[in-house]
Every structure is written in structure tokens, then in C-alpha cells.
């Protein structure tokens, strides 16, 4: 049965029901608690100085200070608990959202928005955590004030409401008038922050052929395009920022002179003329702290809603029953294949059967879809029409986890990760010494991991960067290998080979075909045609031949002289 992991998120904020319920009570004990100056004050002014009674003022203040301490308490109580929240959504969410930015940075190629709901997550717990949340929580209690100042005299709460809805309107005005603005920005910072990240991971061919400072006038155009709607945003919340604490303190001043008015015509006492007016600050106090964080709560909303989204279009795998260990029979079924996201195919009705231990060479042109009937293949992308079938089962029928052990891959672009020599064989996984040490050995590169600084254990840099390009390669075919799983595709294996590489992977190959692998060769140079059993030749991202290796290069000799055909595929 399919879990919607949209429903996740909710879930996991209602799991947290019992936490904001205590925030709530919390709360409102501390807004009661803020009560306490202003009747304090009131009873210091109208019975302590009038009575000269100094028995009443220390209990009144030791009273006073058991409230406020108390308040202070509660105060760490409700920020440690929404802390204590922010944790829990990061452990119940993040393994989630690091699934779901993985699907998204494969089906989309682009790395920023396989981080984005990771990123997303960071912005909601930061704002979970943050004083900005509890004007939420206090401004409810603004009537409670107001109640108390209507008390007073009516004139006196009728200031208050009158200032509350004044700083209401200038927060939601705020909300209408920066909300496109933000918006807009954050779409701009988030598009130069995707060019940044490709200019970052094609530094070496930037220096070298002098396209550096092209780019970066069109990362900084980018960038202060951004700038410029963040700044108009920024200009505005400014404004009304300013207008609101301005009118905050010209307010309370007013209050004051109102107030002592008041009491000079008997009114009110002096007492209340003080009480009112620190009601009145306790009154504005969260709406001007909800129009200090709006911004933060309209991204954490933002946030929020591109969490929801993505989550809704990404639904949570099957469960799948475990399947008996594969043998590597692939069987394809008028497949159609698009790029995700897009609408053409890019292969259309291919179909073809391999027996367990075929090794197969795809070749063809350039876009004749060759990397697609890889990514295919191994269910990295979906099939609009048809299916491909790994002894029996549809590929994407099988658990991932479970089928991956069983699954080698090489593809054009190579990715070693930070870690060991051994980790990257042994695909992170509990490192095997003798399979790690089988894997470099059936890919020709055992002598040269022992001529490593560490053997084995020499560490990598980022992407492999400490190796060269043909050791990287053969790193990662000794990957796609580790294990001798059932089934693997290599894509363009020899591209960054010398002749001794090529004779290493011809070994390879062998190997394989004893060990009864199913192998998929996809490559432009003829000469490793040599170990296929059979050819696979696209054209327009259709099938054009496929059979036994000699038949099918007879078939192509018919066609167009040798050389021809190797000046189209080398």
C-alpha cells in the first residue's frame, strides 16, 4: 500500500500536539505573569506610598518576584520544549526528505533541487525554534490586556484597541506589499545559487579557456537582480517597521498623558495612570514582535508549502516482498522512454531478450539514446509504455536496497566520494577485504591501489580529484564490479583509457562472462567489441539490430564500408 509522505510532515507536526499544547498553557501562565508589573505597580502608587505601609510593600514585591522568577522559568520551559520539537521533526523528517532530494537530484540532473527540501526543513525547524513563534502563541492574550485597560477607564482601553488594530493592519499590510517582492527574490537567489554551483564544478574548464569572467558577470547580473528585489522588499518592511515602533512609543507616551489627565479630574488613580500605560506595551508587544519576524514566518510558510508540494509529487515507494537473488536475465518490452519532466521520447518500442552471461554491446550515434537504454535499464528512469523485466520481475518491482547489491554501474561521468579507496570499491557499504581486493583485481587495478600512498586506505578527495582520469575510471568499473553482481551496465568504459587499460577491461570482461554476469558494453571505440556476444545498434532512439556479435557486424559491413562505420561510432 502507498504512504503519501506529504501526510508525513502533518503527521509529524500532530505527533508534536502534546508540545504545543504545553507551549499554550505555558503561555498563558506567562502572559498572566506579565500582569503582575502593572498590578504591582498599581497597589505600590494607590496603598504603599498613600498608607506609608511598608509591611505591604515587602510582600508585595517578594510576592512580585516569586511571579516573575516563576514567568522566567516557564519562559526557558517553552523555548526548551519547541527546541526539543525542532529535533524531533529534524530525526522523523530528514531520512525522508534526504530520499526524496535524492529522487529529485537523479530525475531532475540538478543538484540544488535535490538539496532544496533539506534546506527547506533547516529553514522550518530554525523558525520552530525562534522567539518569532511565540508572538503567535502571546498575541492572543491581547484582549485579556485590553479587558484589563477597559477596566481602568474606557477611554484608556479604547487607546489600546485602537493602537492594537493599527499595528495589525501595518503587519498584514507588510505581508501584502513584501510578499511578491520576497517571493520573487528567493526564486532570483535560488537561480544564481544553481549557476554558482556550475560554475564551481567546471572551475578547470572555466580557467582554461578563459571563461571566467564572463560567467561571472553573468552570475553577478543574476545576483543583483536578486539584490534588487530583496532590496525592494526590504525598503518596504523598513518602512512600516519604522512606522510601527514609532507609533508604538508615541503611543505609550500618549497613554501617560492621558493618563495623569485622567487622574488630575479623579478619574482614575494614579496608580492606574502607570498600570495602563505598561498594559499597553504588554498589549503591542506581540504584534510587534509577529511584524519584527514576519518575514521569517512567510519563508518558514514558503518553506512549508515547497515541502508539501514536493512531497505530494513524489510519493513514498512500495513495499516490496523480497525476490529471490536474480540471475540476470533482462527482458525489455516495447519500452518508451522519456527524459523526466519531458515529453519526447527518446526511445520508442525497443525490445530484446538476454539470456544470464551475455555481455552486449550497445552501440549507435551520437543522441541515438544509448545512456537512456542504460538509465533504463537500471529503473533509474521510469518507462512511459513498456517494461523491463530482470528474470521476470519489473525492474522497478524489486526493493532497491535489496536488488543494488545485485546491480554494477559505470556511467559517463564518473563520481568517486570523500572516503577511502576501499569505500568507494566497496560501494560504503561493511567493506569486504577479499571481495574489495577480488573487485581490484578483476579490474586490473590492484597494483596500482598498492603503489597508493595508503594502498587501500588512501583517502580521496572530492570526486577523486587526487586520481587521474583513466584511474578514476578503472576505480569505478572495480565499483560497478564489487561483489560480481548479476547485472551490469557500463557506459563508455574505455573513454578515458590507454591501450594497457583497455587490455585490462577486455580481462575484465572475461571475467565477467565466466562469472555469468550479464554485461551491457556501451561504447564508440570498435576494438572492444572483440568481447561482446551479442551487438545492440540504436538510430533515433530506436532499435535498429540486435543479435550475435559476428551476424550483425556482417549486417553493418553490407551496409556501409568498415571504415565509415568507425569513423560514425569512434
Known amino acids: 500500500m502507498l504512504t503519501v509522505p506529504h501526510q508525513?510532515?502533518?503527521?509529524?507536526?500532530?505527533?508534536?500536539?502534546?508540545?504545543?499544547?504545553?507551549?499554550?498553557?505555558?503561555?498563558?501562565?506567562?502572559?498572566?505573569?506579565?500582569?503582575v508589573p502593572a498590578i504591582y505597580m498599581l497597589q505600590v502608587y494607590d496603598r504603599v506610598v498613600v498608607g506609608a505601609s511598608m509591611p505591604t510593600l515587602y510582600m508585595l514585591t517578594l510576592l512580585m518576584l516569586v511571579f516573575l522568577i516563576a514567568m522566567g522559568v516557564l519562559e526557558w520551559a517553552r523555548q526548551d520544549i519547541m527546541r526539543r520539537v525542532s529535533n524531533r521533526l529534524d530525526l522523523q523528517l530528514a531520512p525522508l526528505l534526504f530520499d526524496v532530494g535524492y529522487r529529485q537530484a537523479w530525475l531532475s540532473a540538478g543538484m540544488a533541487a535535490g538539496t532544496q527540501p533539506l534546506q527547506d526543513l533547516k529553514g522550518i525547524r530554525q523558525f520552530v525554534s525562534s522567539h518569532g513563534l511565540f508572538a503567535f502563541f502571546d498575541t492572543p492574550w491581547v484582549p485579556v490586556y485590553l479587558l484589563v485597560m477597559f477596566a481602568f477607564h474606557p477611554w484608556i482601553g479604547l487607546i489600546g484597541l485602537l493602537s492594537a488594530l493599527?499595528?495589525?493592519?501595518?503587519?498584514l499590510a507588510n505581508e501584502r506589499l513584501t510578499g511578491q517582492h520576497q517571493k520573487a527574490a528567493e526564486q532570483a537567489y535560488h537561480e544564481a545559487g544553481r549557476m554558482l554551483t556550475q560554475v564551481l564544478r567546471n572551475s578547470e574548464v572555466m580557467s582554461a579557456m578563459g571563461m571566467l569572467s564572463r560567467l561571472r558577470q553573468r552570475w553577478l547580473s543574476e545576483s543583483r537582480g536578486a539584490l534588487v528585489k530583496q532590496n525592494a522588499a526590504a525598503e518596504i518592511s523598513s518602512i512600516l517597521t519604522a512606522v510601527s515602533k514609532s507609533l508604538r512609543i508615541i503611543i505609550q507616551s500618549l497613554i501617560l498623558g492621558l493618563g495623569a489627565y485622567l487622574a488630575i479630574r479623579q478619574e482614575i488613580s494614579p496608580g492606574m495612570m502607570i498600570a495602563g500605560s505598561i498594559l499597553l506595551g504588554r498589549a503591542l508587544a506581540p504584534i510587534d514582535q509577529?511584524?519584527?519576524?514576519?518575514?521569517?514566518?512567510?519563508?518558514?510558510?514558503?518553506?512549508?508549502?515547497?515541502?508539501?508540494?514536493?512531497?505530494?509529487?513524489?510519493?513514498?515507494?512500495?513495499?516490496?516482498?523480497?525476490?529471490?537473488?536474480?540471475?540476470?536475465?533482462?527482458?525489455?518490452?516495447d519500452i518508451v522512454v522519456t527524459a523526466p519532466g519531458g515529453n519526447s521520447p527518446l526511445l520508442s518500442d525497443v525490445?530484446?531478450?538476454?539470456?544470464?552471461?551475455?555481455?552486449?554491446?550497445v552501440i549507435g550515434p551520437s543522441a541515438a539514446g544509448k545512456s537512456t537504454l542504460a538509465r533504463a535499464l537500471l529503473g533509474i528512469w521510469p518507462c512511459v509504455k513498456g517494461s523491463v523485466r530482470l528474470d521476470g520481475a519489473e525492474i522497478h518491482g524489486w526493493n532497491k536496497d535489496e536488488l543494488g547489491s545485485h546491480i554494477g554501474y559505470l556511467p559517463q561521468d564518473i563520481e568517486l566520494f570523500e572516503g577511502s579507496v576501499s569505500d568507494n570499491i566497496a560501494r560504503f557499504g561493511p567493506a569486504d577485504p577479499e571481495k574489495v581486493v577480488q573487485a581490484a583485481r578483476d579490474a586490473g587495478i590492484h597494483d596500482m591501489i598498492l603503489r597508493l600512498p595508503q594502498g587501500y586506505d588512501t583517502q580521496l578527495g572530492n570526486g577523486g580529484s587526487k586520481l587521474s582520469g583513466g584511474q578514476r575510471q578503472r576505480l569505478g568499473i572495480a565499483r560497478a564490479i564489487y561483489g560480481r553482481p548479476c547485472l551490469i551496465v557500463l557506459d563508455e568504459p574505455n573513454a578515458n583509457l590507454d591501450h594497457v587499460g583497455e587490455e585490462a577491461l577486455l580481462e575484465t570482461l572475461d571475467i565477467l562472462r565466466e562469472n555469468a554476469s550479464t554485461v551491457f558494453?556501451?561504447?564508440?571505440?570498435?576494438?572492444?567489441?572483440?568481447a561482446t556476444d551479442k551487438l545492440l545498434v540504436l538510430a533515433d532512439g530506436s532499435l535498429s539490430m540486435f543479435g550475435p556479435r559476428d551476424r550483425v557486424l556482417a549486417e553493418l559491413n553490407k551496409l556501409a564500408p568498415v571504415r565509415q562505420i568507425k569513423e560514425a561510432w569512434a
Open 521 to 530: 558494453l556501451i561504447t564508440h571505440k570498435t576494438r572492444i567489441l572483440s
Open 351 to 361: 525490445s530484446f531478450h538476454c539470456a544470464p552471461g551475455t555481455i552486449v554491446g
Open 166 to 171: 493599527l499595528l495589525l493592519g501595518i503587519t
Open 8 to 35: 508525513t510532515i502533518r503527521l509529524s507536526l500532530r505527533a508534536c500536539r502534546d508540545s504545543f499544547i504545553n507551549v499554550g498553557l505555558f503561555s498563558m501562565c506567562i502572559n498572566i505573569a506579565m500582569l
Open 290 to 333: 509577529m511584524l519584527g519576524s514576519w518575514k521569517q514566518f512567510a519563508t518558514a510558510r514558503e518553506q512549508y508549502q515547497r515541502l508539501n508540494a514536493s512531497l505530494q509529487a513524489d510519493p513514498a515507494p512500495e513495499t516490496r516482498m523480497t525476490l529471490p537473488t536474480p540471475r540476470g536475465e533482462v527482458r525489455v518490452e
